[in-house]
């Protein structure tokens, strides 16, 4: 099975950033996609940065476009995600996740594409 373990979320100010990893267990072999969403109480989960591991092709929700940045370390089999610019309403818990789907030009991953999952990690951003 894939594992996905988060780290990475803490606290802080407005402005401030952080960095997430998301270290992956050798069967993400077997996925395509990977990416990070987010859910903030009493809210519906949502797709932060996504890309397609064998081509890349990154896509970000416009909330965040210029501010957050997904990438790869293959040797480590981590992904991570550098959130500079940090707002309050970016707090919310972060979840890692992996797929496999078929692919087609233009089409960006939702979550139901999504198979595996971490446990999250929490991050909170005041004013």
């Known amino acids: 099975q894939v594992q996905l373990v988060e780290s990475g979320g803490g606290s802080v100010q407005a402005g401030g950033s952080l960095r997430l990893s998301c270290a992956a267990s050798k069967h993400t072999d077997n996925t395509n996609i990977m990416g990070w969403f987010r859910q903030a109480p009493g809210k519906e989960r949502e797709g932060v940065a996504t890309?397609?591991?064998?081509?890349?092709?990154?896509f970000y929700v416009d909330s965040v476009k210029g501010r957050f940045t997904i990438s790869l370390n293959s040797a480590k089999n981590t992904v991570y995600l550098q959130m500079n610019g940090l707002k309050p309403e970016d707090t919310a818990m972060y979840y890692c996740a992996a797929g496999l789907v078929r692919y087609y030009r233009d089409y960006v991953p939702t979550t139901k594409d999504f198979d595996y999952w971490g446990q999250g990690t929490q991050v909170t951003v005041f004013s």
């Open positions: 890309f397609w591991t064998h081509i890349g092709n990154p």
